[in-house]
């Protein structure tokens, strides 16, 4: 698990405690049929494992240093192939499981680029904070991302120990699977999957569009712009945070708007709001 520091210096930190490596590899149930990504294999203490258990394993890793350790997995085992490089830059492959112990200071970047990317579940550890957020639902920008694009199961908390040398942070060992659309019902998710979609957008444009695509996609409903303007006037929101771009929003606008958005989740309110 490297981490980057302000001097663009790698420092590393390796899953030593050989019972949480253990419990990663039960909770990965990994198979011969599996295709899997290991992100930030370190020195190989997992891929060895993972490797023999799987159809084919790509480790990524960001540090060349790591070489002497890691080039010598692809002359043991013929399904490895290594790739160096940023994970965050590279594409990554179609696969059944990624499996990582990401950086905790590149998680959010993270958890935007694997809502592009095609696979089945991720185990990973993290940090503490993040897992608790999800789990609890707190409304921050990362948490509700990751809430709206992902099923959660926290597995265990791991202590600062299990790792040589040991991070300034408690971690979480947990587990992530893409929701698909058509096993979504909630109104709120939605909505809010769309706007992250036009994050760049102002948030009352980014409104309409989410509004129109979630009638659309859950009720199988027209919703003109005209209905959706009505929608977010019944909103009662302030005209400056309409006028704010989605990324930018705090904590607590994104509160705000989450709970507005949650009063609009009956059928009631819906037609309602269709018929004027």
């Not at 990624?98 to 200071?105: A, D, M, W």
């Not at 705090?250 to 708007?257: K, T």
Request: with cysteine; proline share 3%; glycine share 2%.
């Amino acid at each position: 698990m490297a981490f980057k520091n302000d001097s663009d210096h790698l420092d590393q930190h390796f899953l030593k405690d050989k019972k949480i490596v253990e419990r990663f590899i039960k909770e990965a149930n990994l198979t011969k049929d599996d295709v899997v990504v290991e992100i930030g294999p370190g020195k190989g203490t997992l891929s060895q494992i993972i490797a023999s258990k799987v159809k084919k394993l790509y480790c990524i890793e960001l540090d060349e240093r790591l070489r002497t350790f890691l080039d010598p997995l692809m002359l043991k085992y013929d399904n490895v192939e290594i790739i160096y490089g940023n994970a965050l830059d590279i594409m990554i492959p179609c696969c059944s499981k990624i499996v990582t112990v990401l950086p905790y200071s590149i998680v959010e970047p993270f958890i935007h680029k694997i809502i592009k990317c095609q696979f089945d579940e991720i185990l990973m550890i993290t940090g503490k904070k993040f897992a608790t957020n999800i789990e609890d639902k707190e409304i921050t920008m990362l948490s509700l991302l990751t809430n709206c694009y992902f099923s959660f199961e926290k597995i265990m908390d791991i202590p600062k120990e299990a790792f040589e040398p040991a991070p300034r942070v408690m971690s979480t060992m947990i587990k992530l699977k893409p929701l698909k659309k058509e096993n979504i019902t909630s109104f709120s998710t939605f909505v809010f999957r769309y706007l992250f979609y036009y994050k760049n957008k102002h948030i009352k444009n980014a409104l309409v569009e989410s509004l129109i695509k979630t009638y659309e996609q859950l009720y199988k409903e027209t919703l003109t712009q005209r209905n959706a303007r009505s929608v977010i006037e019944a909103l009662d929101l302030d005209e400056v945070l309409l006028k704010k771009k989605f990324e930018v929003c705090s904590n607590e606008e994104l509160n705000l708007l989450y709970m507005k958005i949650e009063m609009m989740n009956s059928d009631v309110n819906k037609l309602e709001l269709l018929n004027r």
